[in-house]
């Protein structure tokens, strides 16, 4: 059965840092794209970045470029997201997926920037 | 980067009735070269991820009940619920998968009538 369980959310104030993980199950995680996409709270989706199998090629929403990282660990079959510099508008609902179509998804991770 | 502009952005229809929702973007999705479209669709209640649908614009996902069908080809699509039942209350999205930045559709709420 195809699993991929966000973590590392929570309460950050703004200018802060934190770091997201996916781990993934279920499948050849090393032979599939991945990516990351958010929701804000009462919002529609927002893709947020996607990242190659090998980890080499990455692309970013512009809101985000220069404050995120996605990478993985194809060894650990784990994705993550670094998110520095947040803002308010980057609180929402950070949910993994393959990408293309997008099949499976994580159950999300609440990240809330707030002072 | 693509605009998805899906239509309407909320929607009320009788159970046993036909439910629309249309989709379209600001660039053709359509791949020449497999003659695929690039399109998905996918359903979301509150408080739980969202779930595909639809894929290659008219490919139903495994699982999901055959009252669903996607169409249409480059610019313009359409989710068809063909006997809304009260289980498809949802957010409905589009979503490109052609181009990168992908981009979703704002979002159609259906509801029963």
């Known amino acids: 059965e195809v699993q991929l369980v966000d973590s590392g959310g929570g309460l950050v104030q703004p200018g802060g840092s934190l770091r997201l993980s996916c781990a993934a199950s279920?499948?050849?995680?090393?032979?599939?794209?991945m990516t990351w996409v958010r929701q804000a709270p009462g919002k529609g989706l927002e893709w947020v970045a996607n990242?190659?199998?090998?980890?080499?090629?990455?692309y970013y929403v512009d809101s985000v470029k220069g404050r995120f990282t996605i990478s993985r660990d194809n060894a650990k079959n784990s994705l993550y997201l670094q998110m520095n510099s947040l803002t308010v508008e980057d609180t929402a609902i950070y949910y993994c997926?393959?990408?293309?179509?997008?099949?499976?998804w994580g159950q999300g991770t609440l990240v809330t920037v707030s002072s | 980067d693509i605009v998805m502009t899906q239509s309407p952005d909320s929607l009320a229809v009788s159970l046993g009735e036909r439910a629309t929702i249309n989709c379209k973007s600001s660039?053709?999705?359509?791949?020449?070269?497999?003659?695929?479209?690039?399109l998905a669709w996918y359903q979301q209640k509150p408080g739980q991820p969202p779930k595909l649908l639809i894929y290659?614009?008219?490919t139903r996902q495994s699982g999901v009940p055959d009252r669903f069908s996607g169409s249409g080809s480059g610019t313009d699509f359409t989710l068809t619920i063909s006997s809304l039942q009260a289980e498809d209350v949802a957010v409905y999205y589009c979503?490109?998968?052609?181009?990168?930045?992908?981009?979703f559709g704002q979002g159609t709420k259906l509801e029963i009538k």
């Open positions: 979503q490109q998968y052609y181009f990168t930045p992908r981009t």
């Open positions: 660039q053709s999705v359509l791949y020449n070269s497999n003659n695929k479209n690039y």
């Open positions: 290659w614009a008219s």
């Open positions: 279920g499948f050849t995680f090393s032979n599939y794209w």
């Open positions: 997926a393959k990408d293309g179509y997008n099949d499976y």
């Open positions: 990242i190659n199998q090998d980890g080499r090629e990455k």
